[in-house]
């Protein structure tokens, strides 16, 4: 779950100034954490309270107003109801990684990821983009190697994930769909050898760079088991008290 979160903010800094290069600054003084942080905090203290997803993502989005939501989003954040509106955007797959931590059977995850999508993002590309990344984090925690997971999710969600980073990158432009977001993540991730790695690889796309790198970010650690101390300590440094409080108790509970 940190993971996903030093990706977003690593990559907050070039979400709108995106670059084609995995030779950057990582620790850029102006980084921060966006909506993706935000929600996937929401997630986690979804689970370790008990809470609905709808409501934890409510109640944290409006703590954080300013975190970046897209303009639907942030609507139903204020909303009373919970009113999904059919979206297939990225949000439903940047949110997802502490269920692939959480539980402990591929039905549940899925099934969790569902729940923690439908909410908002119910179009069938919404759902599919949740529950791919949630059984991605799923198997590498459990210790599935990179061939079984790339086979697993090809077959499954139907992604097509053959394609290399250096095919893809020089046409690949700013998306918020789950369906144009999902696939290169995870490439990222499959073609990473740490967690730094990753997150570089998944930046270098010139994309919607936070995202990408949470998505790719909380796969990554899963797998690798290992985030540098020092990227580690500069992501927790740009985090409010509560958000540290929700990691370290999801961590003591899940990791």
């Given amino acids: 779950m940190l ?26 003084p102006v980084c921060t954490f966006t909506d993706d942080t935000v929600m996937t905090i929401a997630i986690a203290s979804a689970i370790l309270s008990g809470q609905n997803y709808a409501a934890a993502m409510k109640r944290y989005g409006r703590r954080y107003p300013g975190a970046g939501y897209g303009n639907q989003f942030f609507n139903w954040i204020f909303e009373e109801k919970v009113n999904p509106y059919n979206s297939w955007g990225n949000g439903a797959a940047m949110r997802v990684s502490p269920i692939g931590f959480a539980f402990s059977d591929v039905e549940t995850v899925l099934r969790e990821a569902t729940r ?35 086979k697993e999710i090809s077959q499954r969600f139907g992604y097509n994930l053959s394609k290399s980073l250096a095919e893809i990158r020089p046409s690949y432009r700013f998306d918020v769909s789950c ?39 909380g796969i990554a650690q899963a797998y690798y088991k290992h985030i540098p101390a020092e990227m580690a300590q500069f992501v927790l440094a740009r985090l409010p008290d509560e958000f540290v409080e929700v990691l370290e108790k999801f961590e003591e509970n899940y990791l």
């Fill in 3 to 28: 993971g996903a979160i030093i990706g977003d903010v690593i990559g907050s800094v070039y979400e709108h100034h995106p670059i084609k290069s995995e030779d950057f600054d990582l620790y850029d």
């Fill in 179 to 217: 369906q144009g977001t999902v696939p290169p993540a995870l490439i990222a991730f499959f073609e990473s050898d740490d967690y730094e790695d990753a997150i570089r690889k998944a930046i270098s796309l010139g994309g919607d760079s936070d995202t990408l790198a949470c998505i790719t970010g």
């Fill in 116 to 150: 923690s999508a439908e909410v908002s993002h119910n179009h069938p590309e919404g759902l599919r983009g949740a529950q791919a990344t949630a059984m991605a984090v799923f198997l590498a925690n459990r210790g599935a190697d990179k061939a079984d997971i790339r």
